[in-house]
């Protein structure tokens, strides 16, 4: 069991994905650019064995921020998207509130 001041630690984030591409070689990893407001960053997602780029762009998702840095595929992912899966493994996007404005923080 964690404590909840465990899950206070991430950073999560409201953001607008900008653009989405498949990552060359890989069969479920691509690469999106997110705007956060103050920053835009870089996040590898392994979903696009059911997601096709052109699913993501322009859809306002959250993240989290503040995990270290990782090399996936030679793409460094600076973040994390958070999306909801089936026991199945089907994964299901949760986007966000066109009203939300990008950065907001997520708690």
């Given at each position: 069991?964690?404590?909840v001041?465990?899950?206070?630690?991430?950073?999560?984030?409201?953001?607008?994905?900008?653009?989405?591409?498949?990552?060359?070689?890989?069969?479920?990893?691509?690469?999106?650019?997110?705007?956060?407001?103050?920053?835009?960053?870089?996040?590898?997602?392994?979903?696009?064995?059911?997601?096709?780029?052109?699913?993501?762009?322009g859809?306002?998702?959250?993240?989290?921020?503040?995990?270290?840095?990782k090399?996936?595929?030679?793409?460094?992912?600076?973040?994390?998207?958070?999306?909801?899966?089936?026991?199945?493994?089907?994964?299901?996007?949760?986007?966000?509130?066109?009203?939300?404005?990008?950065?907001?923080?997520?708690?």
């Open positions: 069991m964690y404590d001041e465990d899950f206070w630690k991430f950073d999560m984030r409201v953001g607008l994905i900008e653009e989405a591409e498949r990552v060359p070689n890989s069969k479920k990893l691509i690469k999106l650019l997110v705007d956060f407001g103050r920053e835009k960053r870089v996040v590898v997602t392994g979903i696009a064995d059911q997601f096709s780029p052109d699913d993501l762009v859809k306002k998702m959250i993240f989290v921020l503040n995990l270290k840095p090399k996936i595929m030679n793409v460094e992912s600076q973040g994390m998207l958070i999306l909801a899966e089936e026991d199945s493994g089907k994964v299901h996007l949760i986007t966000v509130d066109d009203a939300v404005p990008v950065g907001t923080k997520v708690w």
